[in-house]
C-alpha cells in the first residue's frame, strides 16, 4: 500500500483504511530518522506522504477523510468520509491535519512538493466561500447556516500550520498566511471561544466539534483545540520575538 494502516476492521467496510490524520504522525518518524542515523524511519514516513498526496486529494485540493486500500494489491477501494458530512464533502479538521502534515513535511524534508500541496490546501481553507467572516469553520466546508457547529480545533490547528508555512515562502504569500493566523487567533482569544477561567470543566477553548456525524463531541472542548492554540500563540509569540 505504501501507507500506515490507521485502524482496524474486519473488513465487511474497509480492508485497509487511511485516514488524512497519519499526516500529523509522520513528524515523528523524521525526527526517529534524525535521532538514530537510521533512515527508514524517514524512508516510510516520505512514502506515506507521496501515496497520500497521490490519492487523498480531489481537484479543488480538499482532501477525501479516508481512502481504503486493498492490501494485496495496493489499489484503492473506496474514498470515504468517517466524521465528514459525506464522501465527497471537506471535513474541516481534515483539512487542517493535511495543512499541518504538508507544511511539516516540507520542514523537515525540504521536498518541493509539500510546500506546494500545503500552499494549495491553504489556499483552498482560506478561499472557502462557506468559511465565516471570523476565520472559524463550520464542522465540515459543505456545511452552512448560523445554527450549524463549528469546529475551533480545526482553526486552531490551522492557525499554527499558516504561521509555521509563513516563514517558508516570501512576497504576498507570507503576508496572507500571517494575517490570517492573526485573524484566526484573534478570534479564538475573543469571548466567542475563549472561556472564562474556572468554567469550560478548564478547558480554554470552547465550540469543537470532534465526530458530528456520531453525535458525538458536538459543540465541546476538545484537547487538541487548546494544544495547538497555545502551540499557535507560542509560535506567534516567537515571530514578534524576532522583529
Given at each position: 500500500v505504501g501507507c500506515i494502516r490507521s485502524w482496524d476492521h474486519n473488513g465487511d467496510k474497509?480492508?485497509?483504511?487511511?485516514?488524512?490524520?497519519?499526516?500529523?504522525?509522520?513528524?515523528?518518524?523524521?525526527?526517529?530518522?534524525?535521532v538514530s542515523g537510521n533512515p527508514k524511519y524517514e524512508d516510510i514516513s516520505v512514502t506515506h506522504a507521496n501515496t497520500t498526496l497521490k490519492n487523498h486529494f480531489r481537484k479543488d485540493n480538499s482532501s477525501y477523510h479516508v481512502i481504503d486500500y486493498d492490501p494485496e494489491t495496493g489499489a484503492v477501494r473506496n474514498k470515504h468520509t468517517h466524521q465528514g458530512a459525506h464522501h465527497e464533502s471537506?471535513?474541516?479538521?481534515?483539512?487542517?491535519?493535511?495543512?499541518?502534515?504538508?507544511?511539516?513535511?516540507?520542514?523537515?524534508?525540504?521536498?518541493?512538493?509539500y510546500l506546494t500541496q500545503a500552499r494549495k490546501i491553504a489556499a483552498f481553507i482560506l478561499s472557502h466561500p462557506n468559511l465565516p467572516e471570523d476565520g472559524i469553520p463550520y464542522w465540515d466546508y459543505?456545511?452552512?447556516?448560523?445554527?450549524?457547529?463549528?469546529?475551533?480545533?480545526?482553526a486552531a490547528i490551522t492557525a499554527s500550520a499558516l504561521l509555521e508555512l509563513s516563514?517558508?515562502?516570501?512576497?504576498?504569500?507570507?503576508?496572507?498566511?500571517?494575517?490570517?493566523?492573526?485573524?484566526?487567533?484573534t478570534s479564538l482569544s475573543s469571548p466567542a471561544y475563549r472561556a472564562p477561567i474556572g468554567t469550560n470543566a478548564g478547558f480554554i477553548l470552547m465550540h469543537s466539534t470532534g465526530h458530528f456525524p456520531g453525535n458525538s463531541e458536538i459543540d465541546v472542548p476538545l484537547s487538541y483545540a487548546d494544544y495547538y492554540y497555545v502551540e499557535a500563540l507560542m509560535r506567534y509569540q516567537n515571530l514578534l520575538n524576532q522583529k
Open positions: 474497509w480492508k485497509f483504511p487511511v485516514i488524512i490524520d497519519n499526516m500529523m504522525n509522520l513528524e515523528f518518524l523524521n525526527w526517529a530518522s534524525r471537506a471535513w474541516a479538521r481534515g483539512q487542517a491535519w493535511g495543512l499541518y502534515g504538508y507544511t511539516l513535511m516540507y520542514r523537515d524534508t525540504h521536498k518541493k512538493a459543505s456545511v452552512t447556516g448560523t445554527d450549524a457547529p463549528r469546529d475551533a480545533s480545526s516563514g517558508m515562502v516570501g512576497g504576498k504569500d507570507r503576508r496572507r498566511y500571517l494575517e490570517a493566523a492573526e485573524h484566526i487567533l
